[in-house]
């Protein structure tokens, strides 16, 4: 019998994971980071994205209505 793994909650996410955890595309996810709406860390060559930054992030965004 094999059970799932249960997902890590990590300190940092790379790009992929954080829109994985967005439900965004990763290119949407580097563009939020080019703009400065999502902040990021870089570390040499990669970037990396705090999980208390994912999640202020998504409590800023405004609910639409119909």
Known sequence: ???AAQPIDRVLYKVEAAA???S???STVYELMATGAL?????GRARRIRR???DAFAAQL???SV
């Open 62 to 64: 405004q609910p639409q």
């Open 39 to 43: 902040p990021f860390v870089k570390l």
């Open 24 to 26: 965004l595309g990763r």
């Open 1 to 3: 019998m094999t059970t």
């Open 20 to 22: 994985e955890l967005l």
């Open 52 to 54: 208390a930054d994912l």
